[in-house]
């Protein structure tokens, strides 16, 4: 899928939001670390949570853990930041899939879901798997029925996190 994370991350230090917010387009998904010292000042904060451009914070702080924010905290276990990045990545879609749960998958889901995060067609798949195209097809519409997942990085994540696939097996095009 891709070369590297250097293709498609650009880093950037900001000293405020605002500062961030021109620097930023607005139909790009941005995750931004923050500093603790930012998240002492309120008017701070509820500039980086205006919605006016989709952002992942992570904070370096023990004062605002909380699972239902929509900050990512160092205190966030494996099941909450997997439920925050997937709403970041599918905000349409329901986070239903928690980590470990490949196993409400049939064996053959789990076999397409691998084949599409790995970047293959569903021809390439239905060739792979001796099955019909249409029966790829059916079945993705099933996983992404089951996990609420309907984009193929969403999927990619899913795959990731629940190591049905690993990061050096990821397709370069």
């Given amino acids: 899928m891709y070369k590297s994370f250097n293709e498609i991350l650009k880093s950037g230090n900001f000293s405020s939001p605002d500062e961030f917010k021109a620097e930023s387009h607005s139909s790009i998904n941005h995750i931004v670390l923050i500093n603790e010292k930012y998240m002492n000042d309120e008017a701070q904060e509820k500039k980086f949570r205006k919605k006016s451009f989709k952002t992942v914070i992570i904070q370096f702080s023990e004062n605002m853990h909380n699972e239902d924010s929509d900050f990512i905290s160092i205190n966030d276990n494996e099941e909450v930041l997997y439920k925050k990045l997937l709403e970041f990545i599918n ?79 990821v397709r370069e095009e």
Avoid: Q, W
């Fill in 91 to 169: 905000p349409n879609g329901l986070a239903k899939g928690n980590p470990g749960d490949s196993k409400i998958l049939s064996n053959r889901e789990i076999d397409i879901l691998k084949y599409v995060a790995l970047g293959l067609t569903n021809k390439e798949i239905a060739d792979k798997l001796f099955i019909s195209a249409h029966t790829v097809i059916t079945h993705r519409k099933n996983i992404s029925a089951k996990l609420g997942i309907k984009t193929i990085a969403g999927f990619t994540v899913y795959a990731l996190l629940n190591k049905i696939i690993l990061p050096e097996e």
